[in-house]
């Protein structure tokens, strides 16, 4: 009698689709795979422009030696989708990649931010929703949060990892302190060929972020790094290459 052949990732599937019925009865949102197994109906142009931004972006550093991080992950949409397209282009590399945020909202206002003061508490994400996925995907080994206020986490961390280097780092705190230490930092451990990626600066929303990124312009100059945006995609607005 020939041997049965079983269909390759066949197991795995039927583990995964038990897993994740699991997980939507876990969040209480039991149409959940409905609509996540068919994003491509209900997601927006610009959502899906953002996405399509990030990966190209991605690919461009995809070589370089460094961790992912990211600065402002909110409900982690963005963190999770770099650690899911870094595990598909890279799947044995030491890379990790960390998130910071408060999950507390928007806090820290400076006289750079504008009318963007009045946005107190927005954004706030949950941790709770964010560790549940990280862990439904099995990426603990992979994604990592950091979490507090980054005035503070961000130089406790580097002083706790003198060893990191960054291939990738996405700034999206939006206000202007914060994102000042996070360039700093990032600029400071960013490999050659490294990206730096902007959110939101240079828009009118925003005024805190595009401050800090002409600021640091301004000092850097033309010299150390390559400015670039995507043609075809919102957001990010724009990003940086490091020569």
Same mark, same amino acid.
């Given at each position: 009698?020939?041997?049965?052949?079983?269909?390759?990732?066949?197991?795995?599937?039927?583990?995964?689709?038990?897993?994740?019925?699991?997980?939507?009865?876990?969040?209480?949102?039991?149409?959940?795979?409905?609509?996540?197994?068919?994003?491509?109906?209900?997601?927006?142009?610009? @959502?899906?422009?953002?996405?399509?931004?990030?990966?190209?972006?991605?690919?461009?550093?995809?070589?370089?030696?460094?961790?992912?991080?990211?600065?402002?992950?909110?409900?982690?949409?963005?963190?999770?989708?770099?650690?899911?397209?870094?595990?598909?282009?890279?799947?044995?590399?030491?890379?990790?990649?960390?998130?910071?945020?408060?999950?507390?909202?928007?806090? @820290?206002?400076?006289?750079?931010?504008?009318?963007?003061?009045?946005?107190?508490?927005?954004?706030?994400?949950?941790?709770?929703?964010?560790?549940?996925?990280?862990?439904?995907?099995?990426?603990?080994?992979?994604?990592?949060?950091?979490?507090?206020?980054?005035?503070?986490?961000?130089?406790?961390?580097?002083?706790?990892?003198?060893?990191?280097?960054?291939?990738?780092?996405?700034?999206?705190?939006?206000?202007?302190?914060?994102?000042?230490?996070?360039?700093?930092?990032?600029?400071?451990?960013?490999?050659?060929?490294?990206?730096?990626?902007?959110?939101?600066?240079? @828009?009118?929303?925003?005024?805190?972020?595009?401050?800090?990124?002409?600021?640091?312009?301004?000092?850097?100059?033309?010299?150390?790094?390559?400015?670039?945006?995507?043609?075809?995609?919102?957001?990010? @607005?724009?990003?940086?290459?490091?020569?």
């Amino acid at each position: 009698m020939p041997e049965k052949i079983i269909e390759k990732f066949q197991r795995s599937d039927k583990m995964y689709l038990s897993k994740r019925r699991d997980l939507a009865e876990k969040l209480e949102i039991p149409e959940l795979w409905k609509i996540i197994d068919h994003f491509g109906l209900y997601t927006g142009v610009q @959502t899906l422009g953002h996405s399509l931004a990030v990966f190209e972006i991605m690919k461009r550093c995809i070589t370089i030696p460094g961790h992912l991080v990211e600065f402002g992950c909110w409900n982690g949409a963005n963190l999770m989708f770099m650690a899911k397209v870094l595990q598909l282009l890279q799947p044995n590399t030491y890379k990790h990649v960390y998130g910071f945020d408060s999950f507390e909202g928007l806090q @820290t206002f400076a006289a750079e931010d504008g009318n963007s003061r009045g946005s107190s508490g927005k954004y706030r994400g949950n941790e709770a929703v964010l560790r549940a996925i990280i862990d439904f995907f099995d990426m603990d080994e992979w994604v990592h949060i950091v979490k507090g206020n980054a005035l503070e986490t961000i130089p406790q961390f580097e002083k706790d990892n003198p060893h990191i280097l960054f291939s990738l780092a996405y700034i999206d705190f939006d206000l202007y302190e914060p994102c000042r230490v996070a360039l700093e930092y990032a600029a400071q451990r960013m490999a050659p060929g490294g990206i730096i990626v902007f959110d939101e600066a240079l @828009t009118h929303l925003w005024p805190g972020e595009g401050q800090v990124l002409v600021e640091f312009l301004a000092e850097k100059g033309a010299g150390e790094y390559a400015m670039h945006t995507v043609p075809f995609a919102r957001q990010p @607005t724009a990003y940086l290459v490091k020569k």
